[in-house]
């Protein structure tokens, strides 16, 4: 029974080597130019501003990434839904625009909410 997992072990130990070996040469032959401004922390195209420890950061950015696994997630949902449609009938297809309009009820939500504004 061992001997199945076998191609997985093989696997496993190949991208370990793989990647250790990647890593490996980066650190060897990569270039090493540390400045200040290089090693200073950035996100999202602004500057850092007060203490890490006691200021606040917006949510904002996180919301817009969850917005959009969920609309991605709709998408995987809709294309393999799409390819069967014939062999599936009538009754995935009301369910599917069911699905699609709770993520639609979703989007309407996070637009009132302001979640979808930039500023």
């Not at 199945?4 to 250790?20: D, E, K, N, Q, T």
């Amino acid at each position: 029974m061992l001997l199945s997992y076998l191609p997985v072990i093989i696997m496993f130990g190949f991208v370990l080597f793989l990647a250790s070996a990647v890593l490996f040469v980066n650190k060897v032959v990569g270039p090493k130019n540390p400045y200040k401004e290089k090693l200073s922390p950035w996100e999202c195209g602004m500057e850092p501003i007060g203490d890490a420890d006691t200021g606040h950061f917006r949510v904002h950015f996180f919301v817009i990434a969850i917005l959009f696994i969920v609309f991605d997630v709709e998408t995987l949902f809709l294309f393999p839904w799409a390819v069967v449609l014939k062999k599936i009938g009538l009754f995935a297809f009301v369910e599917m625009f069911i699905f699609i309009f709770i993520l639609a009820i979703g989007l309407v939500y996070a637009w009132a909410k302001g979640a979808l504004e930039w500023v």
